[in-house]
């Protein structure tokens, strides 16, 4: 299944994308995509439905968040040997995580440069949504505890990242910095999630083109280890590490400004596209 949110900002209706890609309302049925959807149960019950019976959105207009109420938003940096390698970075040893505290965005909504950036990148990943309770999990059976996959643009403002002592959070999470989108692919449509081209570009320009395929720990190991430190819960999002082609690995590097458009997408699981714009209240909330 492909699951969806649409309409205003804290307004959206719940949805689904059929084998036509039609958008059908699912408001009828659920009144919302929360974490008790994602569990095994609540994805089971949605699979029962006949989407035929489901109305028709035909024009859903804006594309909110997949689901509501994202838990605990976990990163892993430097997951790819290529881009630690452009970053300067050496491949870790261990999975290196940080969370974001912005609050997720629609997959096309506004990206808002903060007050005085000059370092604002992007990172295309794959998404990783836990549907049922994670802790001390074995490798062999993680995998068990995923309810789908989507895209994750980490966006990331270098400067406050790395050249402003701490860690690297206060360059992760600042307003609009987590679109995810635009559907929640449910795992068993996914056959293999190391197996998954992804891709970003800047004005037309091809930056990232990559695979999950590269990754130096995959998704069962991220959510082994993870579960070792913290209990993942049903609606807990994890982003996996993005390849190279950051803006920060350029020569000289490049970074966003007003008016830039971000396209990204991976694999079987949709595109993103986002409008940079210059700090401004008014864009927020």
Not at 95 to 102: D, H, R, V, Y
Not at 145 to 163: K, L, M, P, T
Not at 188 to 193: F, G, H, K, Q, R
């Amino acid at each position: 299944m492909k699951l969806l949110r649409y309409g205003p900002v804290g307004h959206e209706k719940p949805a689904i994308l059929d084998a036509q890609n039609a958008v059908r309302d699912l408001s009828g049925v659920i009144s919302d995509i929360t974490a008790e959807q994602l569990s095994p149960q609540g994805l089971e019950a949605l699979r029962k439905i006949d989407l035929t019976t489901l109305p028709v959105v035909a024009q859903p207009g804006r594309i909110g968040t997949p689901y509501a109420g994202v838990g605990k938003f976990i990163c892993v940096g430097l997951n790819y040997s290529d881009h630690a390698a452009e970053t300067g970075a050496a491949v870790p040893a261990e999975p290196i995580l940080f969370n974001k505290w912005s609050r997720p965005t629609g997959p096309n909504d506004t990206l808002v440069i903060p007050q005085n950036s000059l370092k604002t990148d992007w990172e295309v990943e794959l998404g990783v949504v836990i549907g049922k309770k994670a802790r001390y999990v074995p490798l062999e059976t993680a995998l068990e505890h995923v309810a789908g996959y989507c895209v994750i643009n980490d966006v990331s403002e270098r400067e406050y990242q790395i050249e402003r002592g701490g860690t690297w959070d206060k360059g992760k999470g600042c307003d609009t910095f987590g679109p995810i989108g635009p559907w929640l692919v449910t795992s068993d449509e996914v056959a293999d999630p190391q197996k998954l081209g992804m891709w970003l570009d800047v004005n037309g320009k091809r930056f990232q083109n990559g695979s999950t395929q590269t990754m130096i720990f995959n998704v069962a190991y991220l959510i082994h280890y993870i579960s070792q430190f913290t209990t993942l819960y049903p609606g807990d999002l994890i982003s996996t590490g993005t390849p190279p082609g950051v803006g920060l690995g350029q020569k000289p590097p490049v970074y966003l400004k007003d008016g830039d458009v971000v396209r990204l997408g991976i694999e079987g699981l949709g595109e993103q596209m986002q409008q940079a714009r210059a700090w401004d209240a008014a864009l927020l909330d």
